[in-house]
C-alpha cells in the first residue's frame, strides 16, 4: 500500500527527492512519516506530516535541510532532502498512521525501503 522511490548514490552536498505513493488508503486522513535505518543501527525517525499539510515534524538531524510535502490528488508524500551528509546514508522508509509522531510502534503502515547513499 506504500511504496518508496528515488533513493540512489550522491556526492555529500548533494540532493534528493524521496517519493511515497500510496493506494488503499483514504490518503488525506493520514499522516505520512518518514524513517530511515543505517546498517547495524536502529530505525530512526526522519520527518511526518499530517493529512492535509498544515503540521509537519523533523527530526533534529533534518531541520534546515529537509523538507517534506504531500500531494494528496496523487496520493503522494515528497522528502526533499539537500545538503545531504555521509551519515544520512540509510534505507528509508515511508509509514502510514492516523496521528502525526515520532515513534515508529505507532504507524501502521509501511512500505519497502529505498536505498539512499550519500559518498564523500
Known amino acids: 500500500q506504500l511504496q518508496a522511490s528515488g533513493g540512489g548514490l550522491v556526492q555529500a552536498g548533494g540532493s534528493l527527492r524521496l517519493s511515497c505513493a500510496a493506494s488503499?488508503?483514504?490518503?488525506?486522513?493520514?499522516?505520512i512519516g518518514w524513517f530511515r535505518q543505517a546498517p547495524g543501527k536502529e530505525r530512526e525517525f526522519v520527518a511526518a506530516?499530517?493529512?492535509?499539510?498544515?503540521?509537519?515534524r523533523f527530526a533534529v538531524s533534518a531541520r534546515g535541510r529537509f523538507t517534506i510535502s504531500r500531494d494528496n490528488a496523487k496520493n503522494t508524500v515528497y522528502l526533499q532532502m539537500n545538503s545531504l551528509r555521509p551519515e544520512d546514508t540509510a534505507v528509508y522508509h515511508c509509514?502510514?498512521?492516523?496521528?502525526?509522531?515520532?515513534?515508529?510502534?505507532?504507524?501502521?503502515?509501511w512500505g519497502q525501503g529505498t536505498l539512499v547513499t550519500v559518498s564523500s
Open positions: 488503499g488508503l483514504t490518503f488525506s486522513t493520514y499522516t
Open positions: 506530516i499530517s493529512g492535509y499539510g498544515f503540521t509537519t
Open positions: 509509514a502510514a498512521d492516523r496521528k502525526i509522531g515520532a515513534d515508529p510502534e505507532g504507524y501502521d503502515y
